[in-house]
């Protein structure tokens, strides 16, 4: 099988030592239009040289150089001739592994600083002589190695930016990738542009290029089978194969019987009468709330729809195989299977600064492939981040209800119904759940918001309506802010906009007479209720 051609673009690598930033970097490298790649903080000289970046970036990260343990850099990287930027943890390195003094001082610079400016280094070209930055550190370099200059300084670091411009070296002990350092995108930029010499190449246009070649070189005449939710993720994945290798692509749609309303509609509208991407449409809903029967326990939610949509989709993939062998169709069956994997699961899915990896979360779609199915997996867009998918995906033509739709659970409703799932109570929430989008899309709402979602809970009171006393179910307004779902807060919405929807629910929806608003943030509360 051939393999695909690397791509011939700039690039910067970033060494990983756990810093929170680590994806920060990343992304504000994507955003100058230079491809960047995160890889563990002990890869060697050697892998390196074969990746043939433009430049390297050491991240920050919370450990101390002389801990015991403390993640160590191959040192032999300095001499490589690479231009090379350590952020804080980073800088630390540099200092310590070339001859220079890391002390821990005993007072911590944490938080907004003013930075001066003295030698004009070309990190700092067009910038002036003050710039506002962000610390975050308690280690400090108090002595230099042997070629290194300063190039700024704060009240309390005397070497806040060093550089060694014959070695390529430099060095910053704030942090230019976090927004409150408001001018550090330039200081990246100089550091890309200037001495890096990168070229402005990564874009969705030649990323899509480039995806289309290696699904083609990996895929040969063979087919495709992916599990398509409706969610951004898949979605633009199937379009982009769709794109690379028209009818070997078939998806496979599963309708759990907990989606949202009209969902199985809008899916089969834009893939199978718009695309014209082939599309096997498959009912087990009734499957799917037999096995929910009498279940309340979250986590065994999770894992039976899991295991329940394995098993269908195993079914269904069987079907197809069995209609090809009856129509003795050409070409080399179905052998690979298509998952919308991105970034940010793949750099969660290694050790990296010597951390254990994550448990894939179990309500994942597709946590993992039963040994059976005998696929191989294609994961076009494994590169991205979430809103880089969202670009590629305007790009191949997917409309706006798709690419910016909100995030939606792969257990769908089943974790939206707090205790047991049944036909009653997710007609209920269906009904909520709509009026909640209806609403939030009509006050142009929908698309400034992380999500907004309804959620039944195993609560009810008493009301009155009309001249009769009710004793009904509660509904919970769920309305968040998040750049990635890690953390989250929720929103302050306009007062008339909660009372809408507030009396839409309770005067539409057979069996709710009380809305309550959830203003948790993440942490300590999660997104989702269950």
Not at 138 to 149: K, Q, R, S, W, Y
Not at 337 to 345: I, K, R, S, V
Not at 369 to 375: G, I, V
């Amino acid at each position: 099988m051939k393999t695909a051609a690397p791509p011939k673009h700039s690039k910067i690598l970033i060494l990983d030592f756990g810093s929170q930033y680590t994806q920060v970097i990343a992304r504000r490298i994507r955003e100058l239009q230079v491809y960047s790649e995160i890889v563990p903080y002990n890869i060697p000289l050697k892998e390196i040289v074969d990746l043939a970046p433009n430049g390297i970036i050491l991240s920050g990260g919370p450990a101390s150089v002389y801990d015991k343990g403390a993640p160590q850099i191959d040192k032999e990287i300095f001499s490589s001739g690479i231009p090379v930027l350590g952020i804080c943890y980073g800088l630390m390195q540099m200092a310590h592994h070339l001859g220079g003094k890391v002390v821990f001082t005993g007072r911590r610079e944490y938080g907004a600083g003013m930075l001066q400016i003295n030698n004009g280094s070309q990190l700092f070209d067009g910038l002036g002589n003050q710039l506002d930055v962000w610390n975050s550190h308690g280690d400090e370099v108090t002595a230099l190695p042997n070629g290194f200059a300063v190039a700024a300084t704060t009240e309390g670091c005397n070497f806040a930016a060093v550089e060694d411009r014959q070695r390529k070296l430099y060095g910053l002990q704030f942090h230019p990738e976090v927004a409150h350092t408001p001018r550090g995108r330039e200081i990246l930029q100089n550091f890309v542009y200037h001495i890096c010499h990168c070229a402005m190449d990564w874009t969705m246009g030649s990323f899509i290029e480039e995806a289309c070649e290696r699904v083609r070189a990996q895929v040969g005449d063979a087919k495709v089978v992916l599990g398509l939710s409706g969610g951004v993720d898949s979605s633009v994945t199937a379009a982009l194969l769709h794109k690379a290798i028209g009818d070997q692509l078939t998806c496979i749609f599963v309708n759990n019987g907990l989606l949202r309303s009209r969902e199985e509609e809008v899916v089969q509208r834009v893939f199978g009468e718009n695309f014209h991407i082939k599309l096997k449409y498959v009912d087990a809903s009734d499957r799917f709330l037999k096995k929910l029967r009498g279940i309340i326990d979250p986590e065994q939610k999770r894992k039976l729809i899991g295991n329940e949509f394995i098993d269908v989709f195993q079914h269904a993939t069987e079907e197809l195989l069995a209609e090809d062998r009856h129509r003795g169709a050409a070409g080399g069956g179905y052998k690979f299977l298509a998952q919308g994997t991105l970034y940010p699961d793949v750099i969660e899915s290694v050790s990296i600064a010597g951390n254990p990896s994550q448990v894939i979360k179990s309500h994942h779609n597709v946590g993992g492939l039963p040994e059976k199915m005998h696929f191989e997996l294609v994961e076009p867009v494994r590169q991205l981040f979430k809103d880089e998918v969202r670009q590629v995906g305007l790009q191949l033509g997917l409309p706006k209800e798709i690419v910016y739709r909100q995030p939606f659970p792969g257990p769908g409703l089943a974790v939206r119904i707090l205790g047991e799932v049944t036909e009653e109570r997710l007609s209920i929430l269906r009904a909520a759940d709509t009026i909640v989008q209806s609403e939030m899309e009509a006050a142009d709402w929908y698309y400034k918001v992380w999500q907004s979602f309804a959620v039944l809970l195993p609560v009810q009171s008493v009301g009155v309506m009309g001249d009769q006393r009710t004793y009904e179910n509660t509904v919970a307004l769920r309305i968040v802010e998040s750049q990635d779902g890690m953390t989250a807060d929720w929103v302050r919405m306009p007062n008339e906009i909660l009372a809408r929807i507030s009396n839409r629910i309770c005067n539409e929806v057979r069996g709710v007479n009380r809305v309550v608003y959830d203003i948790s943030s993440k942490p300590p509360s999660t997104i989702e209720w269950e």
